[in-house]
């Protein structure tokens, strides 16, 4: 699967039906319930002694109607030819994104609503004196009544203990047990970062970050500093408001993992927790910590809709796609929310968000996308590993089994190729693959109990390895299955 790196606008919201509003001329009524839930029209109170009205009187308050259409939508295709396990090469072009049609709704007819309440005009005379005088009386004998009540209460008060119950102006301290979702992101906000990211030519964007220790490194994706690597400038700001300039220390293309730490880091920082992604189970409830569309600070909620789920995306410049085998999840994750944490129900982080698949309409005049409940996590097994190297090295490490494959999405499996990139050999002589006896023209259909239908996915399934890990390879050789044991080795760098 293709998916791209978030964008930076919002996607299209489908257009609601008008609203028709009966409202009266002479006073403004709340507007009625939707079209779609019919409703008797209630006319406005008569007076106290309503009169026939007036021969000739007017009538009054035509029914007025009111439509609303939100609108937005936007797509961030970011497509790049990605490298393979060792050289892989092919034309890989990530598949087209799905159009999203945004729903529509039509207006109501106007009938049905009822007419408006014509109020009489008062009859000319003494009558109308009358009423007004009997009207006066009635409120000062309910005035005297009030207030021979208000004394009766105050000479009982003196002669026994009050009845009188006086309302609480507070509900009382209201408790969130841990594990509520309110209850983990008050602990977790405090330890997330949002990135700004500024090339030395003016160009950037923004993004997530998460405290990783108590030194002031800070993981997050490399798409979103990719811009500051070479010259540019980066911040971190946290919820507080206070905000660091921060350095890049270590990028991995390929992972879509960087690590950057904050000059001057204060102390007391609170690393978040981090979960195991092996144990995590379909269904499992999410929770997401972003800055969509720059809304620092934002918290979504889902679940974890699927597992080893083979994702390619673009790190932005189109020079290099990144591979993972990632989480799955329904919480809303849109530009912004890249690198941020991904937090199970106890508050661990099981991921980094990173990418998205999405409607590719735009809107608000960005060209670029939003989510519709597609979201995929770097699983945080892979970047704790990632990010443990680039903070030791400051270069990526990763697992591969030394032969180039084919990046076409035939969905029979990673076949190696005729010829590896730049013209070099497709089976690295005396690499793990060499030497279990893989060779050109092989199609791997399974690593380990993972089906393997592509380059991509077996690309993504390897760098879920550590370097020195041992797995069984699955392939086809004319005609025949064959499996065979190997041990990947390594590769230091991203070239």
């Known amino acids: 699967m293709s998916t791209e790196n978030e964008g930076t606008a919002v996607p299209p919201a489908p257009s609601a039906p008008p609203v028709p509003v009966d409202t009266p001329a002479a006073s403004p009524q709340p507007a009625p319930p939707a079209a779609d839930a019919p409703t008797t029209p209630i006319p406005a109170a008569p007076p106290a002694a309503p009169e026939a ?6 009538a009054q308050g035509a029914p007025a109607y009111a439509s609303a259409t939100p609108e937005g939508g936007s797509s961030n295709p970011h497509p790049g030819p990605p ?3 060792s050289a892989p090469e092919g034309g890989w072009p990530p598949p087209p994104t799905p159009a999203y049609a945004a729903g529509s709704g039509g207006a109501g007819d106007g009938s049905g609503w009822g007419s408006s309440y014509q109020q009489p005009a008062p009859k000319p005379g003494r009558r109308r004196g009358g009423l007004l005088a009997a009207v006066l009386v009635a409120a000062l004998v309910a005035g005297g009544l009030g207030g021979g009540l208000g004394y009766t209460l105050a000479k009982n008060e003196d002669d026994t203990s009050s009845t009188t119950v006086s309302a609480s102006d507070s509900g009382g301290d209201l408790k969130r047990d841990a594990g509520t979702v309110a209850a983990v992101t008050a602990k977790a906000l405090p330890s997330t970062v949002t990135i700004e990211a ?3 030519s003016g160009e950037g964007g923004t993004g997530t970050g998460f405290v990783f220790d108590t030194e002031g490194h800070i993981v997050t994706n490399n798409h979103v500093v990719a811009d500051a690597v070479d010259g540019g400038k980066l911040t ?3 919820p507080n408001g206070k905000r660091y300039d921060a350095q890049v220390v270590g990028n991995a293309q390929g992972y879509d993992v960087a690590v950057i730490k904050l000059e001057d880091a204060p102390s007391g920082l609170k690393p978040l927790t981090l979960g195991n992604s092996d144990k995590v189970a379909v269904g499992d409830s999410t929770i997401a910590i972003g800055a969509p569309f720059g809304l620092s600070n934002t918290v979504t909620t889902g679940i974890i809709s699927a597992k080893n789920r083979p994702v390619a995306s673009s790190d ?3 020079s290099q796609a990144s591979y993972m085998s990632a989480l799955q999840t329904d919480a809303s ?3 912004g929310n890249s690198g941020g944490p991904l937090l199970d129900a106890q508050g661990n982080v099981i991921g980094i968000n990173s990418a998205i698949q999405s409607s590719s309409n735009g809107g608000f005049g960005t060209g670029q996308s939003g989510s519709i409940g597609l979201g995929f996590a770097i699983p945080i097994n892979q970047a704790k590993y990632v990010a ?10 990763y697992a591969k089994i030394g032969a180039s494959v084919s990046l076409e999405d035939s969905g029979d499996g990673a076949k190696i190729t005729d010829t590896g990139a730049g013209g070099s050999d497709p089976v690295e002589a005396g690499g793990p693959a060499d030497e279990a006896g893989l ?8 690593l380990d109990d993972t089906v393997i239908d592509s380059g991509p996915t077996l690309i993504g399934e390897i760098w879920t390895h550590k370097p020195g890990d041992k797995v069984t390879i699955t392939y086809e050789r004319d005609g025949r299955t064959d499996t065979v044991e190997l041990t990947l080795g390594s590769r230091v760098g991203d070239n």
Do not use: Y
Request: hydrophobic share 30%; aromatic share 2%.
């Open 439 to 446: 060779r050109p023209g092989d199609v791997i259909t399974k």
């Open 316 to 318: 932005g410049t189109g």
């Open 83 to 85: 490298a393979s396990g």
């Open 388 to 397: 443990q190297e680039l903070i030791k090295t400051g270069k990526p490490v």
């Open 333 to 335: 994750i849109n530009p």
């Open 53 to 58: 009205p007036a021969p000739g009187a007017p």
């Open 236 to 238: 971190a700001t946290f």
């Open 198 to 200: 500024e090339s030395s």
